[in-house]
């Protein structure tokens, strides 16, 4: 991923992506998750998003990322809680309270992290990533997450191509990326009225079939190939 161009995002602070309010079709679906209050979920590319905050209020765990500091400082500003640092390696991170904000690159994350997860929430993370890297974000997911953890996926498709991210992600492409390793479900298709198609899937984690390796194994390996 473009680390350089997510740091100047931010310091010039073009955020258009950034929602003010709570995402609709995380408050309309979560639910179809059907997950136990405590669950840990995983925010991919997660910004200062208002999301994580919703989450936290249902009594999830979150574990937040981006690659942005200023990302990291602005969210954890919003909240009255304290705050406990510590770094590991290129991976900054801040504990508050439910909440651990990581800044830096989500294929940098430590196993244990992602072994625990019962969730992932993306809305911002796969139409931000070029082409060339959203197989090995799909494939990093489904090699780290355990049989029968959860993605809520939030997609899009405008009338024009854009050359900078959110990119346009067709159902055909998500089928591609997760088929294989995920049971998919569209929940919605949505045409708004400036003519962007939202979708929303829900899917979840197979089983492998090969035995040997567990998907944290192969989780360890993308992390020190890295």
């Not at 854009?162 to 479900?185: K, W």
Request: with cysteine; aromatic share 10%; hydrophobic share 40%.
């Amino acid at each position: 991923m473009d680390r350089a161009y997510w740091e100047e995002v931010w310091r010039e602070e073009d955020l258009g992506f950034h929602q003010s309010q709570v995402n609709r079709h995380l408050q309309r679906f979560w639910s179809r998750l059907k997950l136990a209050p405590e669950a840990r979920v995983l925010v991919p590319l997660c910004g200062k998003s208002l999301d994580m905050s919703w989450l936290l209020s249902e009594g999830h765990d979150v574990i937040g990322v981006d690659f942005s500091r200023k990302a990291q400082e602005d969210f954890l500003a919003t909240r009255q809680e304290a705050v406990r640092y510590s770094q590991q390696k290129d991976l900054y991170l801040a504990y508050q309270g439910a909440l651990l904000f990581v800044a830096g690159d989500v294929f940098h994350l430590r196993q244990e992290m992602l072994r625990s997860v019962d969730a992932v929430y993306d809305r911002a993370a796969l139409v931000a990533l070029p082409p060339a890297t959203r197989q090995n974000y799909a494939f990093f997911l489904a090699q780290c997450l355990r049989p029968g953890a959860q993605i809520l996926l939030v997609t899009r498709q405008a009338p024009e191509e854009r050359l900078s991210p959110p990119f346009n992600i067709s159902a055909e492409e998500v089928d591609r990326l997760y088929g294989t390793n995920f049971r998919i479900e569209r929940l919605q298709r949505e045409e708004r009225g400036d003519g962007v198609i939202e979708e929303v899937y829900l899917m979840k984690r197979k089983t492998p079939k090969a035995f040997g390796r567990l998907p944290g194994d192969a989780c360890e390996a993308r992390q020190a190939s890295s």
